[in-house]
T-cell receptor, first 114, second 110 residues
């Protein structure tokens, strides 16, 4: 059963056209993350939430915004996508159950910018 | 910010050979995690190491955390084609963020 769900799996947008990526989780975890992963690179953290507390990484461009209306859902808004924003966007949750700190990644949304 | 160095970047092995990837930090880590990402897939959690000198095994995979909690390794014995993918270490330093290494991409030649 999918625990972290991302929609859509593939998104094509035009240069400068806003796009929203969504993430939902069935795990009821407090912490959610958005990562950007470009080809052959490590995931790069964009933001994270602890409940509704939003934390922006210092080098995350202003072009990227996020919303978390409730525990289950989190959105990534890219206001004016550029060619350099083409990447895989990964959502993840985090849990500390049983003394083990685990991140659960969704399948990702692959964004293409034309 | 915290940096985690991971080597090698690429490793090509013949099926049946062993494989090791190393992760190093200049600062003491609260924990280290390992993830596997198959081609076209997303990172999947493998294990977390917390204690100094900790060694954990999962079938053919052996994970170690250094005594100083500044380095870690993942060793795969007798690689199989199903082991293909990129292996990432991710370091925690007591906050909610994890810092990922650049990953080691493993290719297994049948």
């Amino acid at each position: 059963d999918a625990m972290v769900i991302q929609n859509p799996r593939y998104q094509v947008t035009q240069f400068g056209k806003p796009v929203t990526l969504s993430c939902s989780q069935t795990l009821n975890h407090n912490v959610m993350y958005w990562y950007q992963q470009k080809s052959s690179q490590a995931p790069k953290l964009l933001f994270h939430y602890y409940d509704k507390d939003f934390n922006n990484e210092a080098d995350t461009p202003d072009n990227f915004q996020s919303r978390r209306p409730n525990t289950s859902f989190c959105f990534l808004d890219i206001r004016s996508p550029g060619l350099g924003d083409a990447a895989m966007y990964l959502c993840a949750t985090r849990d500390w159950a049983g003394g083990t700190d685990t991140q659960y990644f969704g399948p990702g949304t692959r964004l293409t910018v034309l | 910010g915290q940096q985690v160095m991971q080597i090698p970047q690429y490793q090509h092995v013949q099926e049946g050979e062993d494989f090791t990837t190393y992760c190093n930090s200049s600062t003491t880590l609260s924990n280290i995690q390992w993830y596997k990402q198959r081609p076209g897939g997303h990172p999947v959690f493998l294990i977390q190491l917390v204690k100094s000198g900790e060694v954990k095994k999962q079938k053919r995979l052996t994970f170690q955390f250094g005594e100083a909690k500044k380095n870690s390794s993942l060793h795969i014995t007798a690689t199989q084609t199903t082991d293909v993918g990129t292996y990432f270490c991710a370091a925690g330093a007591g906050s909610y963020q994890l810092t990922f290494g650049k990953g080691t991409k493993l290719s297994v030649i049948p």
